[in-house]
């Protein structure tokens, strides 16, 4: 059974009443239209080669159909398929918004025979057990409502020795490092936002989500408590990110 970490309480509007999954749907349908740019400029495009090691890490399984949890505008669905040339890559995310930019990118590359996006739930994904050979999730997973129940879903729909791969942030452990990171996170990136009139209250969430973010061996023992094998991570830029990696039993 999934209990609640500290981590779910984290949410985008203060004063809402509204549950941390509608408040996240709002702020990424919000958002949508200029998340791809502000997210090359807010990490100078580091986040690409990020999200290349990590779908590099599923070669060797030579995964035939993906799922991708929280694909936002189908950044990892369209790089997956272009890595690992998978038959079927479906992408499933809350925000209709972040679908809608996603699906333009995709009829742009002509992949829409190998990738179909979904309006889905990770708490509650409409797949039978067993369907997929891998699950990838690129910083989507902080933005679950409750952690433990998205980890558990997306091991129910992996088939047995399915591989799930995450791409999370994390705080960096050399102290110069995490200064300066620190830093960027609390004074430049929300100027940097503000330059693209975007809602600042949008990326202040993002930040203390990934703040409050149960990471490395931290989330290991929670990957591992949800019924993951050979649970590891990876540090990239300088503990900047992680990559976690994990096997469904079997």
């Known amino acids: 059974m999934a209990t609640s970490l500290p981590h779910d309480n984290i949410i985008p509007f203060q004063e809402s009443a509204q549950s941390k999954k509608e408040q996240v749907e709002l702020m990424f349908d919000d958002i949508a239209g200029k998340y791809d740019t502000l997210n090359r400029v807010l990490s100078a495009r580091t ?16 995964p035939a159909s993906i799922l991708d949890v929280a694909t936002g505008t189908g950044d990892m669905a369209i790089m997956a398929c272009k890595i690992l040339n998978p038959e079927k890559i479906t992408g499933i995310d809350i925000s209709a918004g972040m679908l809608k930019v996603g699906l333009k990118k995709i009829e742009k590359e002509g992949l829409t025979q190998k990738i179909n996006l979904l309006q889905g739930d990770s708490s509650a994904i409409k797949f039978g057990n067993n369907s997929f050979d891998a699950v990838m999730v690129a910083f989507g997973v902080r933005n679950f409502e409750n952690l433990e129940s998205g980890l558990l879903e997306m091991c129910r729909v992996l088939k047995p020795g399915g591989q799930l791969i995450i791409l999370e ?15 960027y996170m609390r004074i430049v990136a929300p100027k940097v936002v503000g330059w ?34 050979d649970a590891r991570f990876k540090p990239l830029s300088l503990g900047i990110c992680c990559i976690y990696s994990g096997k469904k039993p079997g």
């Open 47 to 62: 986040d690409i080669g990020w999200r290349k090691k990590a779908i590099s890490m599923l070669k060797k399984a030579k």
């Open 169 to 183: 942030f994390s705080k960096p452990k050399l102290k110069a490092v995490r200064s300066f990171y620190n830093l």
């Open 196 to 229: 693209f009139r975007q809602n600042k209250d949008a990326y202040r969430y993002l930040t203390a989500s990934a703040n409050a973010f149960p990471e490395r061996q931290d989330f290991i023992k929670i990957l591992q408590s949800t019924g993951y094998a």
